[in-house]
């Protein structure tokens, strides 16, 4: 079975702008959960989508969005960009919510210059 | 409020030696724990995780876990370790029920000497 992929792997995007990074989960996974990392912060947990609808959400602010279609990919989007939302984001699947235990997707590194 | 703690920012030990990374959680009821590897510039990977039953729970890689309530701890141990275990290891703690949100550690760098 084919592991979660997230694309792009890497990604310069400049002050104020925005971007998509999209999330496939393993065949079959219905929760999709996305994390920030970086070096002084650890992993932040951003917003956690089940069956296309948000079922948490972390404490970050409303430039930071998501969503899931009905295959449960998903997408999360970051608009406006500040030199601080550069980071490893990390998408994890699991088979439904409520405490499962989560695979992760090698990660899309952003850089905002 | 659900948190966890990873005493220990680095470790270094001896390829063959025994390995023993410790986290301590806070949670009120009993929590969902887990351990994860990140290789470099990877995600992370499942270990080993703690639902309920046996506290002494066996995982990936030849490591295992004990939880035990009494200390809020679940460490990770590894009898010998081997160069490829050089990883960061997170701890984490999550909450049973429709209302999920994990909280991890800081991480524990592993350093493997030959």
């Known amino acids: 079975k084919a592991g979660v992929t997230q694309t792009p792997r890497y990604l310069i995007k400049t002050r104020g702008q925005q971007v998509t990074l999209s999330c496939s989960p393993i065949?079959?996974?219905?929760?999709v959960s996305w994390y920030q990392q970086t070096p002084g912060q650890g992993l932040q947990f951003l917003f956690e989508y089940f069956s296309e609808t948000q079922r948490n959400k972390g404490n970050f602010p409303g430039r930071f969005s998501g969503r899931q279609f009905s295959n449960s990919r998903s997408e999360m989007n970051v608009s406006t960009l500040e030199l601080g939302d550069s980071a490893l984001y990390l998408c994890?699947?699991?088979?439904?919510?409520?405490?499962?235990?989560?695979?992760f997707g090698p990660g899309t590194r952003l850089t905002v210059t | 409020a659900q948190s966890v703690t990873q005493p220990d920012i680095h470790i270094t030990v001896s390829e063959g030696a025994s390995l023993e990374l410790r986290c301590n959680y806070s949670y009120g009821a009993t929590p969902y724990l887990f351990w994860y590897v990140q290789s470099p510039g990877q995600g992370l990977q499942l270990l080993l995780k703690?639902?309920?039953?046996?506290?002494l729970v066996q995982g990936i890689k030849g490591f295992e876990a004990e939880f035990k309530r009494s200390q809020s701890s679940f460490n990770l141990r590894k009898p010998s370790v081997h160069w490829s275990d050089a990883a960061e290891y997170f701890c984490a703690v999550a909450s049973g029920g429709g209302s999920y949100i994990p909280t991890f550690g800081r991480g524990t760098s592993l350093i493997v000497h030959p």
């Open positions: 703690y639902f309920s039953g046996d506290t």
């Open positions: 065949s079959g996974h219905r929760s």
């Open positions: 994890a699947s699991s088979t439904w919510t409520g405490g499962n235990e989560q695979y």
